[in-house]
């Protein structure tokens, strides 16, 4: 019995050294797992050899980009070309690139308004006068388009003088030059011709026929009905 008990103790301290060097080395693991192991990259540190996603493509073509994004990138331009209401985006060109080649819009005149009419050189914009001197917006049109303006009757026809064509709301007179004299040295100034329907008319505008303008002196202008030259007349009644 004395000698089971030597064995037994002895093998009770075999366990008993085991488990405390077992102990020891999980101690020794748990120490060691608080040491960060260099072979295992640090999430926290960025990489320099990844790329920026974020970070703009510096060798990357303009081409393909819309008109919002090509205006963000400080390296392309963008380009646009006329429209018959504007203009619209073309391309997004890069660094050194020259526009492209815009065709002319091939727009109508008919149904803008007198503004935008006057601004397109292919168009032509209407006005006709009434009697009371309105030059009222009548229409916009191709250029070489014959006026739609007709003709006033404000029965100014009947007033035979300035005196009375003057004394009338509706009325301006209207002027010619008259030379008399010697044909070398004559003698020249303005005569009433007649009394034309409206309060104003149109003074320098455009004309369709072939005659020559009238000479207008002492300040006057020349007075134009639409196709062409109606005389001359007083610049307070021009409408230009």
Same mark, same amino acid.
């Given at each position: ?10 093998s009770d301290a075999a366990i008993e050294d /085991? ?13 060691? /797992? ?6 295992? $990259? ?12 974020? /970070? ?13 994004a090509c205006q963000a990138a400080p390296r392309?331009?963008? #380009? ?15 660094? +050194? ?11 109508? %005149? ?17 006005? %006709? ?18 006026? $739609? ?18 004394? &009338? ?56 009905? +639409?196709?062409? #030259? &109606?005389?001359?007349v007083r610049p307070d009644y021009c409408v230009?």
């Open positions: 019995m004395e000698g089971l008990c030597e064995i037994a103790s002895g /085991a488990t405390t060097r077992d102990v020891t080395a999980r101690d020794a693991g748990a120490f060691d /797992a608080t040491i960060p192991d260099a072979t295992i $990259p640090d999430a926290t540190i960025p990489d320099a050899t990844l790329p920026d996603a974020a /970070a703009p493509d510096a060798g990357a073509s303009c081409h393909g980009l819309d008109e919002q392309c331009t963008t #380009y646009r070309c006329p429209t018959c209401n504007g203009s619209q985006f073309a391309i997004c060109a890069d660094p +050194g690139e020259g526009p492209p080649p815009c065709a002319a819009p091939q727009c109508s %005149c008919i149904d803008l308004g007198a503004g935008d009419c006057s601004a397109r050189p292919e168009c032509i914009a209407f006005h %006709c006068l009434d009697c009371a001197g309105n030059n009222n917006f009548m229409g916009c049109a191709d250029l070489g388009t014959t006026s $739609p303006c007709s003709p006033l009757a404000c029965g100014c026809a009947q007033h035979r003088d300035e005196q009375s064509c003057v004394a &009338d709301a509706v009325c301006h007179p209207i002027f010619l030059q008259v030379c008399e004299g010697d044909p070398n040295m004559p003698q020249c100034f303005m005569r009433f011709s007649r009394c034309g329907n409206g309060a104003r008319t149109v003074c320098d505008g455009l004309v369709t026929c072939r005659s020559l303008p009238p000479t207008c002196t002492d300040g006057m202008s020349v007075a134009t009905n +639409g196709t062409c #030259y &109606d005389g001359c230009r």
